[in-house]
C-alpha cells in the first residue's frame, strides 16, 4: 500500500471515529449528568492508554518519568 492511500485510510478511519464518538456522546448525554460523562470518558481513555502501553511493553518509561 503506497503512502497516499494510507494517508487517505487513517483519514477516513478519523472522521468516522469523529462521527461516531460526538454521536454516541449527544445519545449518553440523556442518560448521563455531563460530569459523570465526563470522568466515564476520561477514565477509558486511561484505561485504553494503559493497554496499548502494556501491549507495547512501554509502562517501564512510565515509572522513569520524574515526580
Known amino acids: 500500500m503506497?503512502?497516499?492511500?494510507?494517508a487517505y485510510l487513517y483519514?477516513?478511519?478519523a472522521v468516522l471515529f469523529w462521527g461516531t464518538v460526538a454521536?454516541?456522546?449527544?445519545?449518553?448525554?440523556?442518560?448521563?449528568?455531563f460530569l459523570?460523562?465526563?470522568c466515564l470518558s476520561v477514565s477509558v481513555s486511561l484505561?485504553?492508554?494503559f493497554c496499548v502501553l502494556v501491549y507495547q511493553k512501554k509502562i517501564n518509561d512510565?515509572?522513569?518519568?520524574?515526580?
Not at 503506497?2 to 494510507?6: L, S, W
Open 2 to 6: 503506497t503512502e497516499q492511500k494510507k
Open 11 to 13: 483519514a477516513l478511519i
Open 23 to 33: 454521536t454516541a456522546m449527544k445519545i449518553s448525554l440523556n442518560y448521563f449528568d
Open 36 to 38: 459523570q460523562l465526563l
Open 47 to 49: 484505561l485504553t492508554l
Open 62 to 67: 512510565i515509572l522513569k518519568l520524574p515526580a
